[in-house]
């Protein structure tokens, strides 16, 4: 473990970016200020010196110099005193305003300071340049420097560098000092940290703009999420109705036929008089006097036309009373349900055609690459585009609407106008230029135009190279890789928690079951692989799978996410391929 204290500087106007709290800024995910307690975790102590943070854990010391925003020295005299009684040889002195920092490079610092046996020991940037607030002291040297001063105020940190220093040059200490450092240290995490699928798939919940909801019929908006629960406008049933063929009867048996007979949807049986008893088919309205159904098979009818209940049969009333199922103003779904097939037809049944929804998504396709070709012979160096028209299909079953497929070729900015113009669809389904490669334009081009990355990449194989971005209109960009079998996996893992962002809708329950084969399949990152339904349950997976192209596919049910390192019998995802 790291021996020493730790004094982190958390305070300051940060003058250059309007006085904003800068240690508090998020960037990857976490707040300046937690990444510099992370870098120190191995300290014995430490002292967060600036305004009170609540959110700190109780073993974190906090104090503020004096006058508040005094300057890095009285930070740092302040931040010494609350160590006062503290032992520890060293001291790390630490600004919180470097989101790259690791707890190596601050083991780092204190082994080098160990070592030298200098006063301090400063981290040199690329240049060669001492940075003064990220370094570890000699403890008495650090308190004979403030010692020496008159006052502590407003003193720049070069004040206190004892003679005898040392630098050692580390990567990864860039400062945060103007919101452009802000935003380029934002884009660099984003650009390179990769997310789980998990992950991905719960940043594509929380941070994609949904929707704006409009009012449509819901028998149109399939693949859509209801922004506004759907309330009943009529009771269910709406009277009461036959839940069965057989007899209304009014009163004990036995009873006395009429001749006349209740329809479903037909005229409503005149009323019935103690001891009568009507012919009724299943959904008819039940007449007035009438106290119950009794079924066909519980009936026996003389030629005297009496109606007799069959000796032994249970009593059953086999009437569905007026609004059993449902009264005016029932929830029939909450916001936030998908508009399905069963929602339309229980909606329908209350008398709701319409409904505040968000979606459908509407996708537009755009392929990649130079040296793909979807219709005519192939020339030199040609390859037949595959996949782009069964995307349309795989979308579908996601919720998606393809509005049309596109080809973009191989040039320097032609992804720029596609994203700018990308304002008459919300989602951007991109296949190919997601890699590093000379080729590989999108990345830049999301750079370029404002857009938000919200998934850099994926731990996944295959599918690593995917990007998930927001343009400034608030488009979805799905980067999928040019390989195909690797595009369509991501596609099918990724796409409904796209939908369920943008629609804010409910998340789906995954298909989850035994991967009988999982050990022979496995290794240290997660892998999609084809699978086939197991006869007992479960699924069996391929161990090879040859990417690029979907032959793999034919004839096997779906595709298994394997978790690493996974043993036989491990529980997976599965996702079904249509047929």
Request: glycine share 12%.
């Amino acid at each position: 473990m790291t021996v020493g204290d730790a004094i982190v500087l958390a305070g300051g106007r940060a003058s250059r970016m309007g006085g904003v709290d800068k240690p508090a800024l998020v960037i990857g995910g976490r707040s300046m200020l937690e990444a510099a307690l992370s870098a120190a975790a191995g300290c014995a102590r430490i002292v967060v010196v600036g305004p009170h943070r609540p959110e700190l854990a109780p073993e974190i010391g906090q104090v503020r110099e004096t006058p508040a925003g005094a300057g890095p020295v009285a930070a740092v005299d302040a931040g010494l005193r609350e160590l006062a009684d503290s032992d520890a040889p060293h001291v790390l002195v630490l600004a919180a305003d470097m989101p790259f920092l690791s707890r190596d490079t601050v083991d780092e610092l204190f082994g080098h300071a160990a070592e030298s046996g200098a006063d301090a020991v400063f981290a040199a940037d690329g240049s060669g340049r001492p940075q003064y607030l990220i370094g570890v002291w000699r403890r008495d040297a650090l308190k004979s420097a403030l010692a020496e001063l008159d006052s502590p105020i407003n003193q720049p940190m070069k004040v206190l560098v004892p003679p005898h220093t040392a630098t050692i040059t580390l990567a990864d200490i860039d400062d945060c000092d103007t919101e452009d450092d802000v935003r380029e240290a934002r884009e660099r995490i984003a650009d390179t940290a990769p997310l789980a699928l998990s992950e991905a798939r719960k940043a594509l919940r929380e941070k994609l703009s949904p929707l704006a909801p409009e009012r449509r019929p819901l028998r149109d908006a399939r693949g859509a999420a209801l922004a506004a629960s759907v309330l009943a406008e009529s009771a269910l049933p709406r009277f009461d109705v036959s839940a069965m063929d057989g007899y209304a009867v009014s009163g004990d048996g036995p009873w006395k036929l009429r001749r006349d007979i209740g329809f479903a949807g037909g005229e409503r049986p005149a009323g019935l008089q103690p001891g009568e008893a009507v012919r009724i088919a299943t959904g008819a309205h039940v007449p007035d006097g009438a106290t119950t159904v009794l079924r066909d098979e519980f009936a026996d009818v003389r030629t005297d036309h009496t109606l007799h209940r069959v000796p032994d049969t249970p009593i059953r009333d086999d009437v569905r009373r007026r609004g059993e199922d449902r009264v005016p103003g029932d929830v029939v779904a909450p916001e936030g349900t998908p508009v399905t097939p069963a929602l339309i037809s229980a909606a329908a049944s209350v008398e709701v055609t319409e409904g505040e929804v968000r979606g459908p998504l509407r996708a537009r396709i755009v392929m990649t690459g130079d040296e793909i070709r979807g219709e005519g012979p192939l020339q030199t160096g040609q390859t037949r585009d595959s996949i782009g028209p069964i995307l349309p299909d795989l979308l579908t079953r996601c919720g998606v609407q393809a509005a049309d497929r596109v080809h973009l070729r191989d040039t320097a900015r032609g992804f720029d106008e596609v994203l700018v113009a990308a304002t008459d669809c919300d989602l951007l389904v991109v296949v190919g230029a997601t890699g590093g490669g000379a080729a590989d334009q999108l990345r830049g081009a999301l750079s370029r135009t404002g857009a938000r990355v919200v998934v850099p990449r994926l731990r996944l194989r295959p599918g690593g190279s995917t990007v998930i971005a927001e343009t400034s209109g608030s488009t979805t960009v799905l980067g999928l890789p040019g390989n195909p079998f690797a595009a369509v996996a991501t596609l099918l893992a990724l796409t409904p928690a796209i939908v369920e962002g943008r629609t804010r809708a409910h998340p789906g329950r995954p298909f989850v079951g035994p991967l009988h084969n999982a050990s022979d399949i496995s290794g240290p990152v997660a892998r999609v692989v084809p699978a086939r339904i197991a006869p007992a349950g479960g699924w069996i997976g391929d161990p090879g799978v040859r990417t690029a192209h979907l032959g793999g596919l034919v004839d096997r049910d779906g595709l298994v996410i394997v978790p690493p390192d996974a043993a036989d019998g491990t529980l997976v995802e599965f996702l079904p391929l249509p047929r």
